[in-house]
Nanobody, 121 residues
Framework: QVQLEESGGGLVQAGGSLRLSCAASGSNFRIRLMGWYRQFPGKQRDLVATITDGNSTNYADSVKGRFTISRDNTKNTVYLQMNSLKPEDTAVYYC???????????????WGQGTQVTVSS
């Protein structure tokens, strides 16, 4: 079994920065794709950024140039550096991981518990 533990959310003023972290615990697994999503009240969960095990990245247009996703494969951890934060970035942020247990080819999607990010104007 795998657990994703997030940290780093909180309250920040507009223009400020926050760094989110998400660590996957467990053993004998491989993580191909890790990502961050966010959910506004009453809305569906939306993509923020993803990163592959080869460090290829993808960003939502709304965060390009402000957010940076990275990962440390030795720690099974993904990060989201958020700069120039805006009030409209206020949401619950969730990390995700596509995990498999070699030699089995099937991947399973895991989610973190979510962390609140609030940006005040």
């Amino acid at each position: 079994q795998v657990q994703l533990e997030e940290s780093g959310g909180g309250l920040v003023q507009a223009g400020g920065s926050l760094r989110l972290s998400c660590a996957a615990s467990g053993s004998n697994f491989r993580i191909r794709l890790m990502g961050w999503y966010r959910q506004f009240p009453g809305k569906q969960r939306d993509l923020v950024a993803t990163i592959t095990d080869g460090n290829s990245t993808n960003y939502a247009d709304s965060v390009k140039g402000r957010f940076t996703i990275s990962r440390d494969n030795t720690k099974n951890t993904v990060y989201l550096q958020m700069n120039s934060l805006k009030p409209e970035d206020t949401a619950v942020y969730y990390c995700s991981a596509h995990i498999r247990w070699p030699p089995q080819p099937n991947e399973y999607l895991y989610w973190g518990q979510g962390t609140q990010v609030t940006v005040s104007s």
